[in-house]
């Protein structure tokens, strides 16, 4: 039972646009929700995360928007650039230590020059 | 260098044979975390440990050994490699007091089962 569902698969943006990659949830015990960011050859790296008491977050150009009641949470990347080209993954999970992150499918990113 | 390693980074197998993954932290994490990627499938949860000598299982454990006799080492044990252990595999670990869950992860290795 996939628990996170990610959309859409891949995404092509022209540079200097904004790339929009979604995510809904079933678990309504899930109170974290982070997106990570992978290179070919790399781990993932955490790139931003929200806590369900809030509806936005903002680091820079990477924005988390977040729909509580319909289980829905979104990345925007504004002004996408060539170096935003990877893999994103949404995540949700809840936050005592050592519950595991369970992780969308992924979304490959090409942002073109 | 702080972080995580993980090696070896790329190993070829034969199934039926018994393969280690090595995971190696330089934190003192309490948690660490054994994921695989697969295309289509994301990153699953194969095990993970709470601290030295406390493992459980995830949502893909079948086939799969963990032991955890220090802190700072976490390696996965294949006992009969098959060809669906194929994928990318990554360790984690649990990062300090942020209030979430945020998990921070090594390079991964790449395992192929022939």
């Known amino acids: 039972q996939q628990q996170v569902k990610q959309s859409p698969q891949s995404l092509i943006v022209q540079k200097g646009g904004i790339s929009i990659i979604n995510c809904a949830y079933e678990?309504?015990?899930?109170?974290?929700f982070p997106w990570y960011q992978q290179f070919p050859g790399k781990g993932p790296a955490l790139l931003i995360a929200i806590r369900p008491d809030v509806s936005e977050k903002k680091e820079g150009r990477f924005t988390i928007s977040f729909n509580k009641s319909a289980k829905q949470f979104s990345l925007h990347i504004m002004d996408s650039q060539p170096g935003d080209s990877a893999t994103y993954f949404c995540?949700?999970?809840?936050?005592?230590?050592?519950?595991?992150?369970?992780f969308g499918k992924g979304t490959t990113l090409s942002v073109s020059s | 260098d702080a972080g995580i390693t993980q090696s070896p980074r790329y190993k070829i197998t034969e199934t039926g044979r018994q393969v280690t993954l090595m995971c190696h932290q330089t934190w003192s994490h309490s948690y660490m975390f054994w994921y695989r990627q697969d295309l289509g499938h994301g990153l699953r949860l194969i095990y993970y440990?709470?601290?030295?000598?406390?493992?459980d299982k995830g949502e893909v454990p079948d086939g799969y050994v963990v032991s955890r006799s220090k802190t700072e080492n976490f390696p996965l044990t294949l006992e009969s490699a098959t060809r669906s252990q194929t994928s990318v595999y990554f360790c984690?670990?649990?990062?300090?007091?942020?209030?979430?869950?945020?998990?921070?992860f090594g390079p991964g290795t790449r395992l192929t089962v022939l």
């Open positions: 995540a949700a999970s809840m936050r005592q230590a050592g519950t595991a992150l369970i």
């Open positions: 678990n309504t015990a899930f109170d974290y």
């Open positions: 984690a670990t649990r990062i300090g007091t942020d209030g979430g869950n945020t998990q921070y």
């Open positions: 440990s709470a601290a030295a000598d406390i493992t």
